[in-house]
């Protein structure tokens, strides 16, 4: 099993970052423009991509520090059993997300790929809240030419 | 164990990556401006950012493929023992960078910190390479507010 750890310390609170990990307008600021679905614990929240994308439920909420998603449906074929949790933490002159991606069967290319991806989301997750202005799909950082 | 990995896709050629990875000159244009001692294996690469930073020898070079560097001396205490990796491998349009950073005792936040920050950098190589400019320690793209 290998996982994907990040960490970015972001100038807001934890209740800013907790809703913009858990509403369908908040997380359309940093991932993609396109979400639906994003509710309480067992809802379903599709994120698409050009049209496809993938499936996640919510499996874990606690107001403000703790959101666990498990991947839901078949895409992207690799992501399937994986997980992702947000961990927020106060810090003394700012609020640190830990994300965690985990539960791949292997390092591969698309997992480092990804691993480079979510850096990039995340920064743009510190980008919406302390600027007002993230960079979510399609307008996101391109870390390559595909 | 836990590991970083990351990938990018750069439009540039595996001689020009290469160079990029092995000189003082190429180090500088993408993680920190203050680079000295590369060179063949066995050459002993200090990377300092405001007077402090990691030293690494080199333990693998093959010409246009592959950079391989150990952590070399004490500092930071939680790189001890990991080794750093970087695979280029040629692509349809563009040249690959496969990069890993194993062998950390575990997924610390600091760890994760490393993690978020190389996505960072190896985002300064792909835009040093593809437009001239990179950014470089200390002009380079803050993830958290220490």
Chains 1, 2 share one sequence.
Not at 40 to 59: A, C, L, Q, T
Not at 100 to 120: I, L, N, R
Request: net charge negative; proline share 5%.
């Amino acid at each position: 099993m290998a996982d994907i750890n990040h960490r970015v310390g972001i100038k807001s609170s934890p209740e800013a970052i907790y809703e913009a990990l858990t509403t369908d307008a908040g997380l359309a600021t940093w991932w993609t423009n396109d979400v639906s679905g994003a509710g309480d614990v067992g809802s379903i929240i599709e994120f698409r991509f050009n049209g496809g994308g993938p499936d996640f439920v919510v499996k874990e909420l606690i107001p403000n520090k703790t959101v666990g998603w498990q991947h839901s449906g078949s895409v992207p074929d690799s992501w399937v059993g994986t997980e992702i949790s947000f961990q927020i933490d106060t810090g003394q002159e700012q609020t640190f997300v830990r994300f965690t991606h985990s539960g791949w069967k292997e390092p591969s290319d698309f997992m480092a790929h990804c691993s480079t991806k979510w850096a990039v989301f995340l920064i743009s997750l510190k980008d919406s809240l302390e600027l007002g202005v993230g960079k979510p799909f399609p307008n996101d950082v391109q870390i390559d030419h595909s």
